[in-house]
Nanobody
Framework: QVQLVESGGGLVQAGGSLRLACAAS????????MDWYRQTPGKQRELVAG???????NYGDSVKGRFTISRDNAKNMVYLQMNSLKPEDTGVYYC????????????????WGQGTQVTVSS
């Protein structure tokens, strides 16, 4: 089994910063893409940022220039530095990872964390 555990959420005033972290543990051979998603009330879960094993990144339009995703492959961790936070960034942030379970035969599966609440007050 593989577990993803997020940390770092909380309450912050608009304009402030938070840093989220996500640790993968368990039967992890290697991890391909790692992503952060968020869920806000009344909206579908949306991709916030993603990063490949090689470090290529992509961001949702609403967070470009404010959020930075990074990862530590040796520690199986992914981070999300969130700056210039806005009230509309409020939501539950989920870590997701495409985990390689076995190489022979090749098998990978996407896992999700339980989520961490981020609340930005105006």
């Amino acid at each position: 089994q593989v577990q993803l555990v997020e940390s770092g959420g909380g309450l912050v005033q608009a304009g402030g910063s938070l840093r989220l972290a996500c640790a993968a543990s368990g039967s992890v051979i290697s991890i391909n893409d790692m992503d952060w998603y968020r869920q806000t009330p009344g909206k579908q879960r949306e991709l916030v940022a993603g990063i490949t094993t090689g470090g290529s990144t992509n961001y949702g339009d609403s967070v470009k220039g404010r959020f930075t995703i990074s990862r530590d492959n040796a520690k199986n961790m992914v981070y999300l530095q969130m700056n210039s936070l806005k009230p509309e960034d409020t939501g539950v942030y989920y870590c997701s990872a495409q985990v390689i379970i076995t190489r022979i035969p090749y098998f990978e599966r996407r896992y999700w964390g339980q989520g961490t609440q981020v609340t930005v007050s105006s």
